[in-house]
């Protein structure tokens, strides 16, 4: 059975899967469609900046339940996130002094923890592979990047390589990165390369390209010295090259980032604005999609299950030959399909709101390699993208300027501007405590 025209093994995996998981109707479309309107509606009438906010602690809420104790104070229900939060906190760099920035010497830690060994299945003796777990890096990365930024800690769909960046020196935290699979449309970006979508997908050369999916300072390395220059540099690096290369056999020659608001912040300026081996593309045409609140993005899955079952497994359940998912990011995608089939306005779906797009190409002849011109041999680096090489340009021509600028105007913050308080705050409370500072 093939709709969809898909390959024979996705065929197999469906028919497995559709014989194990028999369409049974428990979600009302009516009740789905009302509750449904009634949270894009609320999240429809606010302002790009006040939505980011409001999903932030949509997030937190919802990953860090909590509960009354006998004094009537809340508490966290899961102690183990308590303590994590509590280790997190007390490992921020601080400077003593302003000129202790030029101490650092930031390292990336990549924090996949995991590791693959093979065994003897007990059932019939074949050799499987599983991984096991060695540390709980990943957790510590998600616990700093949800409390650091207010934009919503999501998860990335396909190949993704996360970092915390660290001082070496004292072992303190400075901010996270997460390099992921790229975007596979930006107008502005492909026309300068020269892209023709068939190279990109059939050709598969957007692989050979990643996306600097989060790059965020912790406070106030972020403030006081452009620390989100530090980390986009540091997505550069040779550590994220080696990786890239390593777990998926693809040399990366370019990286690509998107400002978080494009042409709407104040003074139309973004940390990637200016910043050395970043080139800016112009901004997306997209805009941004307005979601419902958990519960109900879980009645929509369930939905598209019962009602739509191949357009669901498409999505969300076939994989690759090599484990990766078959389609491409499963939640928009979801969305799209289901928002006009439940008629949803779509007025409230959507907004404009364009974002910046940056590239940087690690090669001169990126470009080339890129549209398939060159082969990989005869690239030619661009720049030295060692940590320490890196670091150095952070510190000479961004960090030093900005500290003594601040000096100057009595203004150094010696914030950390770290968000577990939202744990235990009602969103009006979130609201008028936090929405001036968000995008810092």
């Known amino acids: 059975m093939s709709q969809n025209n898909w390959p024979e093994y996705v065929n197999k995996h469906w028919k497995k899967w559709s014989e194990e998981n028999p369409p049974i109707k428990t979600i009302d ?12 509606t609320y999240a429809s009438q606010m302002d790009v900046k006040e939505y980011t906010l409001y999903q932030k602690w949509c997030e937190i809420q919802e990953k860090y339940p909590t509960h009354s104790d006998v004094f009537g104070d809340f508490t966290l229900d899961d102690p183990k996130q308590d303590q994590l939060i509590r280790e997190v906190k007390s490992n921020i760099w601080v400077p003593e002094s302003p000129d202790d920035f030029d101490k650092l010497k930031p390292t990336m830690i990549y924090t996949d923890d995991s590791e693959e060994i093979e065994r003897v299945s007990m ?5 499987v592979k599983q991984k096991t777990k060695r540390s709980d890096l990943p957790e510590r990365w998600n616990t700093v990047r949800t409390f650091i930024s207010t934009m919503k800690n999501n998860a990335n769909i396909g190949r993704n390589l996360n970092f915390i960046v660290a001082d070496e020196v004292t072992g303190k935290y400075l901010g996270v990165i997460c390099i992921s699979s790229d975007f596979l449309d930006l107008t502005p970006r492909d026309k300068v390369i020269g892209w023709e979508r068939e190279k990109k997908t059939q050709g598969g050369m957007i692989n050979h390209t990643a996306i600097g999916s989060s790059i965020v300072p912790l406070q106030p390395l972020g403030y006081n010295y452009m620390g989100g220059k530090l980390l986009a540099l540091l997505c550069l690096s040779d550590t994220v090259q080696k990786l890239w290369k390593e777990k998926y056999g693809d040399v990366l020659v370019g990286v690509t980032t998107t400002s978080l608001y494009g042409n709407t912040k104040s003074g139309g300026l973004s940390q990637y604005d200016g910043l050395e081996y970043w080139n800016k593309m112009g901004f997306s045409s997209g805009s941004v999609a307005f979601e419902p609140r958990k519960s109900t993005l879980n009645m929509i ?15 969300w359940e076939a994989k690759k030959e090599n484990g990766l998912p ?4 499963h939640k928009n995608r979801s969305l799209h399909f289901a928002y006009p089939k439940l008629g ?3 007025n409230l779906t959507r907004t404009e709101h364009q974002r910046g797009i940056y590239f ?3 090669y001169n002849n990126t470009y080339d390699f890129l549209c398939n011109k060159i082969s990989e041999d005869q690239l030619v680096k661009s720049f030295d993208t060692s940590e ?3 670091s150095n340009i952070w510190k000479t021509k961004y960090a030093k300027g900005r500290i003594r600028q601040l000096q100057k105007k009595n203004s150094v913050s010696y914030e950390t501007l770290f968000y577990d308080d939202l744990i235990y705050m009602t969103w009006e409370e979130t609201k008028q405590k936090y929405l001036p500072q968000v995008g810092r």
């Open 344 to 346: 949803i306005p779509k």
């Open 123 to 127: 059932f019939d003796g074949t050799t």
């Open 360 to 362: 940087s190409p690690l």
């Open 326 to 329: 078959f389609k491409r990011d």
């Open 301 to 315: 899955w369930q939905w598209l299950k019962e009602n739509h079952p191949e357009k669901y497994f498409e999505w």
């Open 29 to 40: 479309e009516a009740e789905l469609k009302k509750v449904l309107i009634e949270d894009l």
């Open 388 to 390: 320490e090489a890196l």
